[in-house]
């Protein structure tokens, strides 16, 4: 048995070398590849580049800059910024710059999480209505129509009054708002996708309409709803900063950005410009590059198409 | 493809969009004045024709005209509009004396007290309602006679008290009403918190059931006297129609109302007929809401209030303030500030009727670090309990100048009750029971001490004081979660009986407190915590009798039985006690005349003049 196992091991066995070695050229052909999608797509990248930055400042961040976003301090507020405070200090004591970081954490959850639930709402509602067709993409579209002529924010702010949000209350509300979009632009690729070939033969060989949908309609529709996903991350966001800023996000201690920018801007006067501004730009930059990632996948699809 | 200019434009519109976005929803909030018109626009630069715009507080807005005002009604910004067109008998408070009573805002001479303080006479001056006809001793009665039959409908109703405690209201000629009393009762309260709510009613206009009917004697039955009442009360739900209702415009003060919107906004012309001694001197009393401080105070300095008043957060701005043009009044009112606590909560009932449990309520309040970091040190002042801590009386007992914070103290209290504290989180219950050292009854093993809390949503101080609260009380395992709603939809929530009280509030914190700013300096226990709309503690015998000998006791024995009451109270912290402030106005160097009334925190805008 041990011959026969030693036998048998010995033709996969590998030096520790070999083994730290192998998966190198399939990273360094991924890390190409992202090379040059970015010689091609440098807003992108920089979009791309901007929210890894923001991730480990949010996630990673607080590991190494340690504050206590919990308990107020009422010995340290309004400070300017300083070397014991890089960003200053708000109106209860809280570090500016580690109330930053917990505020993205939020952001971010909240924006992924909510175009998440969004594109798979969108992405569902439009494609059976698309593949479906007749009476039912009529019904189903003039859904979506009467949902658009909704303000979002009207709709959040009666939610945000009714209740106090959570964050999964929050994502499910943002969620839930911000699915129309998808849902038109994936009932559009599905329409042109079920006259396709390759459905057609599908069907014939007597595929049922469910499977039909999601093995072949979809995946073609993916290119539509990753650029479409990445948009609603940033619109989330701004959903999210919207809401806070009008005080009906989480509530406080929880960080947000929206709700720094709104406290911020009752010291205005007082000239306090460190409780508004990294808070303002950092709604901006993150809105931004979700903006220009998304810009650039969208080009890279349409490109592909154009080779196919 | 290699990025162009085109593709920059690509996305530079979603993000010109963005910025455009955020920028907006900021300047939503700066400038939201909801309805702030450009009031200056129309500023005259002589009385005669001038528009002068107050700004309404951020914590509350008019939204009810009637006079007979209800609990879920019952506000300052409500009564001080009211006051502009249907004046209270009499007005307590003069700029000098807080205990005076403001004979030329008084529609009767002072009352006069016989047969050993059992009967009270009060006789009416020459007024006339804006109709033409006189004021007179039937418009007290129709008054009382509505307040009989919808005693439990009066906002400042108090079981005992106004109308169960006067026998009979019978005329005496046509301008006296002579009050006989069930006993002998304390002149000044019975004047300052009975009498100075009566507000006389045109029984030749408003007595009938419907608006098609005839005027007749109704208020004379009982039956007849609700179905008034409800005519009347529906009518002043109808906001929209309150320009143009002829009901609205039979006043006997000096202003009647010309508009108003539903965000509150209010727009009052002189009554032309008005009798009184201060004939009003500009054109329009403009009353502008605004749903944040911060908001206001961009107006202000903005130029399109002529009076407003200066954020508890941008006290250290007065500068800017007076640089535009203003001068800085600071006024307080005669005025306690709780947080009121939900006795009939299914939830938090049986937590907050136990004592240790509200006194580590109070014992994680630290009003002086909230004064010194958040108001600036000059925008508030501590409130430890039921007796107004501004103006100084002779009431307060020394039990409350002493500071409860403490968390060591309210750690303490509940581990010896029973409660185990967590490094983080909510303490928990583990010793269940009625013991001396268990949890209490009612209290399940496992029960957690977290509260909700409802603070009125609109003011950066308030925030950050709850913040701070709710921080510290963290610390001694009490868990606080903060909610923010307007005001109106607090009061509505709150009132004193199981029967009425919403059971989904635990904490409330509707940011102005309790105030006897409705006609009274004197700071009675009735109002506040058995009245109809006070405060949800289900008050027991003892304070009741405490209460009692307030309203009875007179000379040098009213000020020993206010300290007996007021020792009660704060050793037994029916509420969690909270900073009071101060209104710091500001008002423009144009505008003369302009007096905030200590009591009422009020102002009679026939006294102004436009330079």
């Not at chain 2, 006189?134 to 008290?161: C, E, Q």
Request: aromatic share 10%; hydrophobic share 40%; proline share 6%.
């Amino acid at each position: 048995m041990m011959q026969q196992a030693t036998t048998a091991t010995a033709p996969t066995s590998i030096s520790p070398d070999q083994a730290r070695r192998r998966p190198a050229p399939r990273a360094a052909s991924a890390l190409r590849a992202m090379g040059r999608w970015c010689r091609y797509h440098k807003l992108g990248c920089a979009g791309l580049v901007v929210i890894v930055v923001l991730t480990l400042f949010s996630f990673v961040g607080p590991l190494v800059y340690h504050t206590d976003q919990v308990h107020t301090n009422l010995t340290s507020v309004n400070l300017a910024p300083s070397l014991q405070h890089p960003l200053g200090t708000d109106n209860v004591g809280y570090d500016i710059l580690g109330r930053l970081m917990e505020g993205g954490q939020s952001s971010l959850e909240v924006g992924f999480a909510a175009a998440l639930l969004a594109s798979c709402i969108g992405t569902l509602w439009g494609a059976v209505s698309g593949y479906v067709g007749g009476w039912v993409d009529a019904l189903m579209m003039r859904v979506v129509d009467s949902a658009f002529a909704i303000p979002p924010l009207l709709l959040l702010l009666l939610v945000g009054t009714i209740f106090t949000p959570s964050v999964i209350e929050l994502i499910i509300v943002l969620g839930l708002v911000s699915w129309l979009v998808t849902a038109r632009l994936v009932r559009g690729d599905s329409l042109s996708l079920r006259t396709r070939e390759y459905v057609q033969a599908a069907i014939a060989v007597g595929a049922r309409n469910p499977r039909v949908v999601a093995r072949h309609v979809i995946p073609n529709a993916l290119g539509t709803i990753v650029v479409q996903t990445t948009f609603e991350v940033a619109n989330a966001i701004l959903l999210l900063a919207s809401l806070s800023f009008l005080g009906l996000g989480p509530a406080p201690p929880a960080a947000n950005w929206g709700a720094m920018l709104s406290n911020g801007l009752n010291y205005i006067y007082a000239g306090y410009w460190w409780q508004i501004y990294p808070a303002g730009l950092a709604i901006v930059v993150t809105v931004l590059a979700f903006n220009m990632l998304a810009e650039s996948v969208r080009d890279s699809f349409a490109a592909r198409l154009m080779h196919t | 493809m290699k990025p162009t200019l085109r593709r920059w434009k690509s996305w530079l519109g979603p993000s010109v969009a963005t910025v455009i976005s955020v920028s907006l929803v900021a300047a939503m909030s700066v400038a939201d004045a909801t309805g702030a018109s450009a009031a200056t626009k129309k500023h005259a630069t002589a009385s005669k024709g001038a528009v002068v715009t107050m700004a309404e507080g951020a914590q509350g807005t008019p939204n009810n005209i009637m006079p007979f005002v209800s609990g879920a009604n019952n506000s300052a910004a409500n009564t001080n509009l009211q006051e502009q067109m249907w004046p209270t008998l009499y007005t307590i408070g003069t700029a000098s004396n807080v205990n005076a009573i403001n004979g030329p805002m008084s529609l009767a001479n002072p009352p006069v007290y016989t047969k050993g303080d059992t009967q009270v006479s009060v006789t009416l001056k020459p007024y006339k309602w804006s109709d033409g006809t006189p004021v007179t001793a039937r418009d007290v009665i129709f008054f009382m006679n509505l307040l009989k039959a919808n005693k439990t409908s009066w906002a400042h109703y108090t079981p005992g008290d106004m109308p169960t405690n006067v026998v009979s209201w019978t005329a005496k000629g046509t301008s006296t009403v002579v009050f006989k009393l069930n006993r002998a009762y304390n002149p000044t309260w019975f004047t300052d918190d009975e009498l100075a709510y009566i507000v006389p009613l045109p029984q030749q206009s408003w007595d009938k059931e419907s608006a098609t009917g005839a005027v007749g004697t109704y208020d004379t039955t009982t039956a007849g006297a609700k179905a008034v009442y409800n005519f009347l009360n529906t009518e002043g739900e109808s906001t929209a129609t309150y320009g143009s209702n002829p009901l609205w415009q039979v006043v006997d003060g000096a202003w009647k109302i010309q508009q108003y919107t539903s965000n509150g906004f209010v727009a009052l012309v002189p009554n032309t007929a008005y009798s009184g001694p201060d004939k009003p001197k500009i054109a329009k009393f403009e009353e502008e809401p605004f749903t944040s401080s911060t908001a206001e105070f961009n107006a202000l300095l903005g130029g399109t209030l002529d009076i407003g008043y200066v954020p508890l957060n941008d006290l250290a701005e007065q500068s800017r303030v007076t640089g535009a043009g203003f001068h800085v009044v600071r006024s307080e009112l005669v005025a306690v500030n709780m947080m009121s606590l939900n006795y009939y909560s299914p939830v938090v009932g049986p937590l907050v009727k136990q004592l240790y449990i509200r006194q580590a309520l109070n014992d994680v309040m630290d009003q002086p670090a909230q004064i010194s970091a958040i108001l600036d040190k000059a925008g508030g002042y501590v409130d430890y309990g039921p007796i107004p801590t501004v103006p100084k009386t002779p009431y307060m007992a020394p039990i409350q100048k002493k500071n409860p914070f403490n968390v060591s103290a309210a750690r303490k209290l509940l581990t010896s009750h029973g409660w185990k504290i967590p490094a983080n989180g909510a303490a928990a219950c583990v010793r269940p029971g009625t013991g001396s050292s268990d949890c209490g009854a009612g209290i399940k093993k496992g029960k957690t001490l977290t509260f909700s809390l409802l603070y009125v949503s609109g003011s950066g101080y308030l925030t950050a004081t709850m913040e701070n609260y709710k921080s510290d009380a963290s610390k001694a395992g009490i868990v606080v979660n903060l909610s923010q709603q307007p005001f109106n939809s607090i009061v509505g929530d709150i009132c004193g009986t199981p029967t009425c009280n919403s059971p989904g509030w635990q904490i409330a914190n509707w940011g102005a407190g309790f105030s006897w700013n409705f006609g009274s300096p004197y700071p009675v226990g009735s109002t506040m915590f058995e009245g109809h709309v006070g405060l949800d503690y289900p008050v027991p015998k003892k304070l009741a009798s405490l209460i009692t000998a307030t309203e009875t006791s007179s000379g040098p024995n009213t000020a020993k039985a206010m300290k007996a009451y007021d020792t009660w109270v704060i050793k037994n912290d029916p509420e969690v006690w909270q900073l009071e402030t101060y209104t710091i106005n500001a008002v423009s160097n144009k505008v003369k005349g302009v007096t905030f009334y200590p009591v009422t925190g009020n102002v009679f805008p026939q006294d102004f003049t436009v330079k």
